[in-house]
């Protein structure tokens, strides 16, 4: 079953809705989503509805294999990246890149 909802902090939410990020890196509890599908965008602090999004693709990473490039679709610097992950999933190696795109 694919999951139909996405959350992000508030603080991704202007670079989500101006084209910035591309994408999101989540762990294996937040990787179940299907290619094409579309996905309801909600603030993670608040629950508010803040967009659409389209999954592009789901591709599984390692943390260590996380490069510029990434940090680029995530509107950020390498180190800036690995501190978040960091701190939201500490301690975990497997990870997924859910590339999206801005529906509206």
Known sequence: MSLTSMTFFERF?????????????????????ATNSEVEVATFEQGRRFC????????????????EYHAEQEN??????????SEIYPNVEQLFVIEFSLLD
Do not use: H, W
């Not at 989500?16 to 989503?33: A, F, L, P």
């Not at 659409?52 to 490069?67: A, M, N, Y």
């Not at 950020?76 to 992950?85: A, D, E, G, K, S």
């Open 76 to 85: 950020m610097t390498l180190p800036q990246l690995q501190q978040v992950i």
């Open 13 to 33: 939410e202007a670079d989500i809705v101006s084209g910035k990020k591309t994408i999101t890196i989540r762990d294996e509890n937040e990787c179940d989503y």
């Open 52 to 67: 659409r999004l389209k999954i592009d693709s789901v591709t599984p990473i390692l943390f260590s294999e996380l490069t």
